[in-house]
């Protein structure tokens, strides 16, 4: 089946989810090093605030501290839903009719790649009202495929130690659980 874009959905761009468990938070949107500079210049041309957050991190032993090997931008909200290039003010609308991305053109690799997720094999995010509604896509997944591609090579690394930051983000009822900071990465 083809993949193709729930009508009126937006749903990736607004719920955001607790990885790899609450403690860790909310996640953001992957940016790559390389990507990141960019977007903090497109946010800063259309006067919007984002939060960049680091996501995974590398070291060489556990008591060194974590070089960044990729970072996150948060959602707007207090809970880390809603991503801050949402255009959810206009009354504009995506081909599909979702709400529309301020950034399109130019949108990071991670939202390129969705809803191909990075498990082996590689499988569409059972989370995407596509999948909940439709099930199975292989067709129409040229680009999401070329983008995966892209962050796995970007994010290879061989260093021994890997960490990830807990984003301290989430529901309010949550905060119990929540932690902020590195962790290494079970
Ligand atoms: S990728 Fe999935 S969740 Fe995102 S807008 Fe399309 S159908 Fe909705
Ligand atoms: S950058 Fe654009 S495509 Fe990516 S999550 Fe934000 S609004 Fe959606």
């Known amino acids: 089946m083809e993949f193709k874009c729930v009508e009126g959905c937006s749903d990736c761009c607004i719920n955001r ?3 790899p468990n609450k403690k860790f938070g909310k996640i953001g949107v992957l940016i790559l090093p390389e990507e990141k500079q960019e977007i903090e210049n497109m946010a800063k041309e259309r006067k919007i605030n984002v939060s960049m957050l680091p996501r995974i ?12 090997l990729a970072y996150q931008m948060m959602g707007r909200e207090i809970n880390g839903n809603v991503c801050p290039f949402l255009d959810t003010d206009s009354e504009k609308r995506s081909p599909h009719g979702g709400f529309p991305c301020k950034i399109y053109d130019k949108r990071p690799l991670a939202c390129k790649t969705y809803p191909l997720i990075q498990t082996e094999p590689t499988q569409l995010d059972q989370k995407c009202k596509f999948c909940k509604e439709c099930g199975h896509a292989d067709k129409n997944l040229d680009e999401e495929m070329e983008s995966l591609l892209k962050i796995k090579t ?7 130690v890997i960490w990830r930051y807990a984003t301290g983000v ?11 900071g590195w962790f290494l990465d079970e």
């Open 57 to 68: 991190g590398t070291s060489r032993s556990q008591n060194e501290a974590p070089t960044i």
């Open 170 to 180: 989430g529901e309010e009822s949550d905060k119990n659980h929540i932690k902020t």
């Open 17 to 19: 989810e607790y990885y």
């Open 154 to 160: 970007m994010m290879k690394t061989d260093a021994p």
